[in-house]
């Protein structure tokens, strides 16, 4: 089987162009069951129930979030009543919504979990240990996690500390598609970041002037999303769903 993930959406520009080039892509690699970061699909960032339904009918199966997954004043709302919704498993309890969601596909099923990292970050619960927790719950071989991360470091290390316990850990957060995909014990599939679906020439989406500027002077802006040409980062891994096995994967970067 194959699992394509698309890397952070970003706003109205991010979305146009999955919308426009998702159903030759997976036509093109024989694609099973398709995630896509969502946390930056809403205009400004964030997500909202219009983007979220903007995405599930483009053909998202599965939508992952990160740190902007609260952003919006609706989000508690929305992270309730869309299951295929997830926001990072580690977040305290209590928070609304779930950390993972299992995909029935009939024949099989299919467990995507979205972690959050903290170094760097907001200073949540221990990924490392909210990742043992739930593969004790999961009944299914075939998991892949969408670790949303800052540090390379520590994203590296979630890949080798679940080599060989899950299908694949899949990086995001920084927006820039990373050229060290590998499958880890011959098992799991790893790559630090899959990349960003959105403005290419940018700053991470942003309109690069605004980016600049805040960096020279360290004084407040606000950011604009770039009206540069976008394009679509992603990865397909192909996996045996009987043992959730990676057998293969590879980059997309669509322009």
Do not use: W
């Amino acid at each position: 089987m194959r699992l394509l993930f698309i890397g952070d959406i970003v706003g109205k520009q991010g979305c146009n162009f999955l919308a426009e080039n998702l159903y030759s892509i997976k036509k093109e690699h024989n694609i099973d069951i398709t995630v896509a970061n969502g946390e930056n699909s809403a205009q400004g960032n964030g997500i909202t129930k219009y983007s979220a339904d903007f995405l599930t009918n483009c053909g998202i199966d599965v939508i992952t979030t990160g740190n902007h997954a609260f952003k919006r004043q609706e989000a508690h709302e929305i992270f309730e009543n869309i299951p295929h919704l997830i926001r990072p498993a580690n977040y305290p309890q209590g928070v609304a919504g779930r950390g993972y969601y299992i995909y029935d596909m009939g024949i099989t099923q299919i467990a995507v979990i979205n972690l959050m990292g903290v170094v760097f970050l907001e200073a949540l619960d221990n990924p490392f240990d909210t990742i043992d927790k739930i593969l004790n719950e999961i009944n299914t071989p075939n998991i892949f996690v969408d670790f949303h991360a800052e540090a390379t470091s520590e994203k590296k290390a979630m890949g080798h500390y679940l080599a060989g316990r899950v299908t694949a850990v899949m990086g995001t957060h920084t927006h820039v598609q990373t050229n060290d995909a590998v499958i880890l014990k011959n098992h799991t599939g790893y790559i630090t970041d899959v990349g960003m679906t959105g403005p290419e020439n940018s700053v991470l989406g942003v309109k690069s002037e605004i980016a600049i500027q805040k960096m020279k002077t360290h004084f407040p802006a606000r950011f604009i999303e770039s009206d540069e040409p976008s394009f679509l980062n992603g990865i397909v891994l192909e996996f045996d769903n009987k043992l959730g096995k990676c057998n293969k994967m590879f980059n997309i970067i669509l322009r």
